[in-house]
Every structure is written in C-alpha cells, then in structure tokens.
C-alpha cells in the first residue's frame, strides 16, 4: 500500500532540510502542501531548489479562508472542515498511484496543519512523519538566544489567545516563545507590559529567510507583524 511521508522542511532556509527530507523529496513523483490563496506556499517555496527540473506532480490544498472569519466561530470550523474532508479525498485518490510527499514548515507536528487531516486519515492510510527544524528553533538560533538553561521552564504561548491567557502563561514559566502575532501584536505587547516581559522581548520576522529581521521589540515600530513573526522571551535578562 503506498503511504503518505508527511515531511518537516524547517523555518524557510532551504540549507535547513534534513537529509531525510531532502532525499524523499528529491525521489518524489507527487507532493502536496498547504498555501494561502494567490501565494506559492511557504514549504513549497522552501523546496524549490530541492527539487530542482524534475517533473513532480503537485497537489497545493488552498485555504478556503486565513483571518476574514474569525477562527472561533461556526462558520470558520465548518468552512475548515469541509476543506479538509475534501483534501482527504484528493490525497486517498492520489495514493492510487504512488506515495505522496507532504511537505510542512518547521515541524508537522508542532503545530502544522496536517494534523487536521491525519485525524481523518490515520485510520486506513499508512502515514510516515519525517521532523523538521523549527521556526522557533530557527529564530532563537540566529538571535543567538540561549531561550532555556538549567532548570527553567518554557511557555510557548499563541498571540491569538485571550491577553488573561497570555499573562497567565508569561507568570507560570521564565522563558516563552509567542507564535501566532499577526494583527495580535498590540494585545501581546500589552501582555508583555504587564509582565515585566516587554523590554527583553526580542521579535524575529522570517526567520533562516533571506529577508529575516531581529528587532527589540520595544525599537519594534510596525502596528502589526508578519504572518511569519515570533516572538523570544529569554532566559538571560531574568525580570
Ligand atoms: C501554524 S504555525 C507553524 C509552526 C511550524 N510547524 C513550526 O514547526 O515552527 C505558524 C507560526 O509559526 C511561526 N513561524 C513559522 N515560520 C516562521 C519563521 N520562519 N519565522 C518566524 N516565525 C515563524 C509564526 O509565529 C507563525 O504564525
């Protein structure tokens, strides 16, 4: 039976593949990856190189919708949901054929959105998970941040979760990661004020890319940050 090699291709730097990776995507005859609309995709971008002239077929599942509906409603989970009962089928038809490489940023199961589809799919269809370096890895890499030493403990927080919820996060560990900023960054910082967490917070845009930006988030002038922004709480400048 042919399966599905969910693959981890890292925060953005193409050098950042592991050689699992690079290999199953260089040996593939079909991959698919999730992209906004009218965008190329961020893992599919990664690849490029990779996968050089060769003819590969590709399967780009295409949101429905980002952030015009709000991601707690009815209408946000059911418009998902049909979307990804529509990718499953695609994705069951193509195995007909061959394997299929499933390419995610960073690490597929940090996070990534192939775990939606897994859940509907890991009951009758082989799934393989091959890690990959993640964006929060990336960043604290080229920020030279050690973001946890000894016995400190780590929050890794989501910006679009309620600013109560963030500052109860920021109190219960000495180091965090927030993912997730977007148009949330005036409520992060807010949480990060109320914390004591806001003049060592550091913000790295596109991180391992070729555009990447390392910026004190206090000389951090934008009103709201890429969808490809994280924010590092480190351990050194303890509060
Ligand atoms: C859906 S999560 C995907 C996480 C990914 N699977 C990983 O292992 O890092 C998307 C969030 O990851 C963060 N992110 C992903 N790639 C990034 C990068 N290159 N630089 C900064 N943040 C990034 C952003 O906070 C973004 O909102």
Redesign the pocket.
């Known amino acids: 039976m042919n399966k599905i090699y969910c693959v981890?291709v890292g925060?953005?730097d193409p050098e950042l593949l592991t050689l699992k990776a690079h290999k199953l995507i260089r040996n593939a005859s079909q991959i698919a990856y999730f992209r906004k609309r009218n965008s190329t995709g961020r893992a599919r971008k990664t690849i490029e190189k990779t996968l050089q002239k060769k003819k590969v077929y590709e399967y780009p599942m295409e949101y429905p919708l980002t952030t015009e509906v709000d991601f707690q409603t009815d209408e946000y989970k059911k418009t998902l949901d049909d979307f990804y009962i529509k990718c499953c089928a695609e994705i069951k038809f193509l195995l007909e054929k061959d394997d299929l490489i499933i390419i995610?940023?960073?690490?597929?199961l940090?996070?990534?959105?192939f775990v939606h589809l897994y859940e509907k799919l890991k009951k009758d269809t082989p799934v393989i998970f091959v890690p990959?370096i993640?964006?929060?890895s990336?960043?604290w890499t080229n920020a030279k941040i050690p973001i946890a030493m000894g016995d400190a403990s780590i929050s890794i927080i989501m910006g679009i979760q309620d600013e109560k919820d963030i500052i109860k996060s920021l109190k219960s560990s000495q180091t965090a990661v927030i993912?997730?900023?977007g148009t949330h960054l005036k409520k992060v910082a807010s949480a990060l004020k109320k914390t004591n967490n806001f003049n060592r917070a550091i913000i790295?845009?596109?991180?391992?890319?070729i555009d990447e930006k390392i910026i004190p988030l206090k000389n951090y002038n934008e009103k709201r940050a890429p969808?490809?922004?994280?924010i590092l709480i480190p351990y050194e400048t303890q509060k």
Do not use: C, L, R, W
């Open positions: 981890g925060p953005g995610s940023e960073g690490d597929p940090f996070y990534g959105s990959g993640t964006a929060m990336g960043s993912m997730k900023i790295v845009e596109k991180a391992t890319m969808y490809f922004s994280i």
